[in-house]
T-cell receptor
Framework: EAGVAQSPRYKIIEKRQSVAFWCNPI?????LYWYQQILGQGPKLLIQ????????DSQLPKDRFSAERLKGVDSTLKIQPAKLEDSAVYLC?????????????FGQGTRLTVV | AQKITQTQPGMFVQEKEAVTLDCTYD???????LFWYKQPSSGEMIFLIY??????QNATEGRYSLNFQKARKSANLVISASQLGDSAMYFC??????????FGDGTTLTVKP
């Protein structure tokens, strides 16, 4: 089966600009996650969707970050305006159910550099 | 609050030897799952092994085994017969019934020929 697809792989923008990342999860996976991974750290959950509804966005900086999952499939994560500290890898993951014993499948990530 | 601690920023192992990567966790929830993921330089996270909090036996998947000590809140990953392709970052993660996961900061494993 096809894995989680993310684009772009790399993005360089200037601070205060906006950027958007796209994710296509594994077919049939109802749960979708966006993680932020700063260099040298583990992934930090930004937002979790169940189908097209938000389950958890407690760590999403809502003044600048937004995410949507239209029709419960593809998802887009946007940053506007970007700050230097947003430089990180943004990982999208999906799983077929929202339970503790279900592993997540990850995309290759988008590496964002804010200059 | 849930927290995962990986105290080894970097580890070296000789090819064909075994290595243990440490993971301790903190939670007051009795129902949780523990995962190990591998992240090669290409960036994607690859699922390795899972252990449930109620599982009586330690999980094993091929060359990977999880040394689960519930009373000590530790879930160490053991890789037997290391291969050069095992060189990567390894992350321990904890998940709960809502599916939310918390990750540690990882251990970089380098396998020497």
């Amino acid at each position: 089966e096809a894995g989680v697809a993310q684009s772009p792989r790399y993005k360089i923008i200037e601070k205060r600009q906006s950027v958007a990342f796209w994710c296509n999860p594994i077919s049939g996976h109802a749960t979708l996650y966006w993680y932020q991974q700063i260099l040298g750290q583990g992934p930090k959950l930004l937002i979790q969707f169940q189908n097209n509804g938000v389950v958890d966005d407690s760590q999403l900086p809502k003044d600048r970050f937004s995410a949507e999952r239209l029709k419960g499939v593809d998802s887009t994560l946007k940053i506007q305006p970007a700050k230097l500290e947003d430089s990180a890898v943004y990982l999208c993951a999906s799983s077929h159910r929202r339970q503790r014993n279900t592993e997540a499948f990850f995309g290759q990530g988008t590496r964002l550099t804010v200059v | 609050a849930q927290k995962i601690t990986q105290t080894q920023p970097g580890m070296f192992v000789q090819e064909k030897e075994a290595v243990t990567l440490d993971c301790t966790y903190d939670t007051s929830d009795p129902s949780y799952g523990l995962f190990w993921y591998k992240q090669p330089s290409s960036g994607e996270m690859i699922f390795l092994i899972y252990q449930g909090s109620y599982d009586q036996q330690n999980a094993t998947e091929g060359r990977y085994s999880l040394n689960f000590q519930k009373a000590r809140k530790s879930a160490n990953l053991v890789i037997s017969a290391s291969q050069l392709g095992d060189s990567a970052m390894y992350f321990c993660a904890m998940s709960f019934n809502a599916g939310k996961s918390t990750f540690g900061d990882g251990t970089t494993l380098t396998v020497k020929p």
